[in-house]
């Protein structure tokens, strides 16, 4: 393994109920908070009220920020940082998925800095401090709840860029797998696919094979799978959505990657302008992204790839084929797969009627720079989109 350093400063609370905690919590990092939330769904299922509560216990003072798009959106974060400059912050609150703990995360930014708040995300500038960050984990995802990275989406230019900081590792993070029962299928599966994703970059672009890495990857992996077959089963297991809620948590944090040469972040660098563009779902993109990638990169990777269908998708006989076949077999079990769960596997499904293939490439070019993704000229991102269109 290469030399690496890693850092999870964030306390996880976790189990049905743990927002008994929320006011105390909070309060120890100030009495003044910034509620950031996104539209009515944490109200229909009472953690809204739940929350308030919690704060009102504490003798917290709440100034709230809802309406937080799925994608979430620079000038909305712009108006939540007025918000906490004109009302005195000391902590903001971030109750929902991963696009809410994105957005708090750079209002946490924008409260404590002066310039403007997209030269951090296109990385013109480095953050220096932050408010501090308590999460409510409610669509586990991304693992904003246990990271140092904010996403946003500059609504003004398209762009989908990202800032990262240890500042940014929230305080606290609650998770109560009872949060996310209600959530419908169609969402759970973006959710699992986005997760998936994490693992899957560093898992098929590392240079070697890590056995305890490899090992960490395969068994989350598979946990991930057998969740969402259970839950297309039982939608409100209790079991699976716990599962998924902690394998989100840990996907995505830096551990399954802490000293693996090579790990990159490609299928990222090329969905991020597909739903920045577009404003599809993160996790719908990335389903889209996945296959066509592999199908470009197929002969650089075919022992990775033979490796993820035979110890992830449990395919058998594969050594006993031709590579390339064989390679092709699990892709297709792949897509298989995200049929199956309900994940768009071309732009078509995803309701993308034309795309444009030149903006999406300037745009991933820049994030090839901004993210040090190496390895990949204009033509090849062109040539991937354009197996995500099935041409």
Not at 103 to 129: M, N, Q
Not at 291 to 296: G, I, M, V
Not at 329 to 337: A, K, T
């Amino acid at each position: 393994m290469v030399a690496f350093e890693w850092e999870t400063p964030t306390k996880i609370i976790f189990g049905e109920g743990c927002l008994d905690r929320l006011g105390t919590e909070t309060a120890r990092w100030g009495k003044k908070v910034l509620l950031v939330y996104g539209q009515e769904s944490i109200k229909k299922l009472g953690i809204y009220n739940t929350v308030l509560k919690q704060l009102q216990s504490a003798s917290c003072t709440v100034v709230e920020h809802p309406g937080v798009k799925p994608n979430p959106i620079l000038s909305h974060t712009e108006e939540g940082i007025r918000k906490a400059l004109e009302s005195g912050v000391e902590v903001i609150l971030a109750v929902g998925g991963g696009s809410v703990i994105d957005e708090a995360k750079g209002i946490a930014i924008g409260a404590c800095h002066s310039e403007p708040l997209w030269d951090f995300y296109s990385r013109k500038l480095s953050v220096r401090t932050t408010l501090p960050l308590v999460a409510v984990q409610t669509l586990p995802a991304t693992s904003s709840e246990l990271n140092q990275v904010s996403v946003l989406t500059n609504d003004r230019t398209g762009e989908k860029f990202s800032v990262r900081s240890n500042a940014l590792f929230p305080k606290v993070t609650f998770l109560d797998p009872s949060f996310t029962v209600h959530i419908p299928l169609k969402q759970t599966a973006y959710a699992i696919t986005d997760i998936l994703a994490h693992l899957m970059e560093g898992y098929f672009t590392q240079v070697r094979d890590y056995p305890v890495q490899d090992g960490l990857v395969e068994g989350m992996s598979r946990a991930l799978m057998q969740a969402m077959d259970t839950l297309l089963k039982d939608p409100q297991n209790i079991d699976a959505r716990s599962d998924v809620m902690w394998a989100g948590a840990w996907a995505w944090n830096g551990l399954l990657k802490a000293g693996v040469e090579g790990a990159s972040i490609p299928n990222h660098m090329l969905e991020h302008p597909l739903s920045g563009i577009y404003d599809v779902t993160h996790g719908a993109g990335l389903s889209i992204i996945i296959p066509a990638w592999l199908k470009y990169k197929k002969q650089e990777i075919t022992h990775r790839i033979l490796k993820f269908g035979e110890s992830i998708l449990g395919l058998k006989d594969l050594q006993a084929e031709e590579p390339a076949k064989a390679a092709d077999r699990v892709i297709q079990s792949l897509l298989d797969w995200y049929q199956k769960i309900g994940t768009p596997t071309t732009f078509q499904e995803a309701g993308i009627k034309t795309v444009d293939i030149e903006k999406l490439t300037t745009q991933a070019l820049e994030l090839c720079r901004l993210w040090g993704v190496s390895g990949y000229t204009a033509e090849d991102i062109r040539q991937i989109y354009r197996l995500a269109a099935g041409s």
